[in-house]
């Protein structure tokens, strides 16, 4: 059974930059598709960014694109997601995911495993 841990978020300035990542265990990352979701308060969960197992293909969502990046470290059993420019409208509460089909992160896709969740808040 993979389970996921988030160590935290954090907080940073408008226009600034943050580093999330998450910690796999249980089970090696190298066959599990990954992504990063959030949830502000009053709104659905949005998907933020996929990469596929290899890393052949890495979707993100268009209100981060260009400006978040998704990487993953198998051996280490680490996601990351790199943010930067970052902007109020990116306040939320951040999850990382693993799905362990054959997904190729270009449409929709239960997502299986979560980690628990950690609050970026951008300050204005």
């Known amino acids: 059974q993979l389970q996921l841990v988030e160590p935290g978020g954090g907080l940073v300035q408008s226009g600034g930059s943050l580093r999330l990542s998450c910690t796999a265990s249980?089970?090696?990352?190298?066959?599990?598709?990954v992504g990063w979701f959030r949830q502000a308060p009053g709104k659905e969960r949005e998907r933020v960014s996929c990469?596929?197992?290899?890393?052949?293909?890495?979707v993100y969502a268009d209100s981060v694109k260009g400006r978040f990046t998704i990487s993953r470290n198998n051996v280490k059993g680490k996601v990351y997601l790199q943010m930067n420019s970052l902007k109020s409208e990116d306040t939320a509460v951040y999850y990382c995911?693993?799905?362990?089909?054959?997904?190729?992160?270009?449409?929709?896709?239960?997502?299986?495993?979560w980690g628990q969740g950690d609050q970026v808040t951008v300050a204005t």
């Open positions: 990469m596929t197992s290899g890393g052949e293909n890495t």
């Open positions: 249980g089970d090696t990352l190298d066959w599990f598709v």
């Open positions: 995911a693993a799905e362990g089909s054959d997904y190729d992160c270009l449409g929709p896709q239960r997502f299986d495993y």
